[in-house]
C-alpha cells in the first residue's frame, strides 16, 4: 500500500507561485512514474507533470514554461514548482505514482484568484 503526504496548497493571487512536495512511502522499489495530476469542478482528472523513473518530464500544454516538476528517488518525492499562476490553474492537484498500477494522494487544494 502505497501511502502519500503532500502539502503546498493554497489561495495565491494570479501571477503567484505555489511549491506542491508530495512524499510517497509503502514501497521496497523506485516508482515508474511520478507526478502531478489535477481537477477542476466539472472537469475530469488531467496530467499536469510527470516524470517517469530515467526519463524526462512530460508537461501538459497549458503548464509548459510555467510549471517544473523535479523528483528525488533516493527519497521518493516529487515536486512541482509553479509559477505565474492563472485563475485557470485553480483545481485539486493530486499527487501520482505508477508502481505496476496508478496510485494516488488524496489531494490539495490550489486556487488561483484575486
Known amino acids: 500500500q502505497v501511502r502519500f503526504v503532500e502539502s503546498g496548497g493554497g489561495l495565491v493571487q494570479p501571477g503567484g507561485s505555489l511549491r506542491l512536495s508530495c512524499a510517497a512511502s509503502?514501497?521496497?522499489?523506485?516508482?515508474?512514474?511520478m507526478g502531478w495530476y489535477r481537477q477542476a469542478p466539472g472537469n475530469q482528472r488531467e496530467l499536469v507533470a510527470m516524470?517517469?523513473?530515467?526519463?524526462?518530464?512530460i508537461y501538459d500544454e497549458s503548464v509548459k514554461g510555467r510549471f517544473t516538476i523535479a523528483r528525488d528517488d533516493a527519497k521518493n518525492t516529487v515536486d512541482l514548482q509553479m509559477n505565474s499562476l492563472r485563475p485557470e490553474d485553480t483545481a485539486v492537484y493530486y499527487c501520482?505514482?505508477?508502481?505496476?498500477?496508478?496510485?494516488w494522494g488524496q489531494g490539495t487544494q490550489v486556487t488561483v484568484s484575486s
Open positions: 501520482y505514482v505508477r508502481l505496476g498500477r496508478a496510485y
Open positions: 509503502g514501497s521496497a522499489f523506485e516508482f515508474d512514474d
Open positions: 516524470i517517469p523513473r530515467g526519463g524526462t518530464p
